[in-house]
Structure formats: C-alpha cells, structure tokens
C-alpha cells in the first residue's frame, strides 16, 4: 500500500480538499474564496467555490431540489466557468473513511444518482428524480458555475503562494454561514495559518 501511495503524483491527491484564497491573490473572483477541489489531476482541476451565495433561491431554478438545499436556501457562484451551468454537491452521512480508491464498495452504500468525490462529500446528478436522494443526503448545495484550471496552471499558482491548501470536512460544504467560512477554515488549522483568519480585509477590494 506504501508503494502504491508513494507513487501517485502529488496532483491527484488534492481532489477533495480546499483551497484557501491567500491574502496575495489578486484576482477578485477569488477574493477570500474557499474553493472545494472536486477533481483534479494532469489534465486540469475543477472546483467550487464555497462562500458565494447569490440572491437566487434553489427553488427558483431547480424546485424540485429546494426541500433538500441547506440554509441558506440560495444557489451559490461556484466561479467564473459556465454560469449557465448548475453542479449540486451534497454530503451523505455515515461511512466517511471510504476513499476514493474504495469505490468498488460504493455498489452496496452510496446512493443512486450520488458519485463519491471524497469521503462523505460526493456529487449528486441533478437528473436524477430527488426522491432518490431525500433520504440519504445530509445536506446540499447548488452552484452555478464552477472554477476551473487547466493543466499545470493551478500548481502555478500555489508555486506563487495564492492559495493554501487544507483538508476539507463534510461541514464545510453546509455552512449555515458561508461568508465566514475562509476565516473559519483558516482558525482550525494548526499552525502558522490559524493567525492568518485575522488579517484584515484588504480596503482597495471594498
């Protein structure tokens, strides 16, 4: 198993972790952003960012999902690709030290219409009927549009120190309150990141 962890490349295994916007990075789409890999390899990397909700309620572009949106019940702008596009990713209860490699398992427990990401974040097809999933889904979040980079260009920018990258949690992707989740994210990291939650808001962003 050593071997085998020790050979795969350093870009597949951030699928399912954050990237933390750092206060250096420039670009006013990521400003503060708490980005949610969802894949990510030597073909590129997508994500979505967590803490852009939007004035627009889930059920108003997809009613049949809004009983199952957490609060807020809003779609959120998961980045600047195809914002005419909507990706649902929810959180199913239970069985979190599942891995991406144990997906041959997923025929028993995961849901149908729910693909396993990372641990107990997955992504839900919006196709699927949501009866299917009321029962098994903890909670879930629309976005519309998604973040995206392409081969080699997000290893860039880490290089260049605009992101930090942590460890997600299931509850990161249902916070009740997502416009704090960068500080939050940052404070419950052990080590020099945590003082970074209160570096004050940059004025010239305002």
């Known amino acids: 198993m050593c071997g085998i962890m020790s050979a795969m490349t350093e870009v597949s295994s951030l699928t399912g972790r954050l990237l933390v916007a750092s206060p250096a990075l420039a670009d006013p789409n990521f400003d503060r952003a708490v980005v949610l ?14 803490n852009r909700p939007t004035p627009v309620g889930v059920g ?10 957490g609060d807020p019940g809003v779609v959120f702008q998961g980045g600047p690709v195809s914002l005419d596009s909507a990706l649902g990713v929810a959180v199913v209860p239970g069985d979190e030290s599942l891995s991406p490699g144990s997906r041959l398992r997923s ?17 839900v097809d919006l196709e699927a009927p949501p009866e299917l999933l ?17 081969p080699g260009q997000l290893e860039e920018e880490l290089k260049t120190g605009a992101w930090y990258v942590v460890e997600s949690e299931p ?3 249902s916070s009740p ?24 808001d940059d004025p010239s962003l305002n």
Do not use: C, K, N
Request: glycine content about 16%; aromatic content about 8%; proline content about 6%.
């Open 134 to 150: 009321a029962a098994a889904l903890g909670s879930l979040r629309i976005f519309a549009g998604y973040s995206g980079w392409g």
């Open 60 to 69: 108003d572009i997809l009613l049949p999902w809004a009983p199952l949106a």
């Open 177 to 200: 309150e997502p416009e704090g989740l960068w500080r939050a994210v940052l404070r419950r990291q052990r080590s020099r990141l945590a003082m970074i939650a209160t570096y004050p």
């Open 107 to 123: 025929g028993r427990g995961d849901p149908i219409g729910w693909r396993r990401v990372h641990g107990a974040i997955g992504l």
């Open 37 to 50: 890999l969802l894949d990510h390899d030597e073909e590129g990397s997508l994500g979505v960012v967590l």
């Open 171 to 173: 509850g990161d992707v």
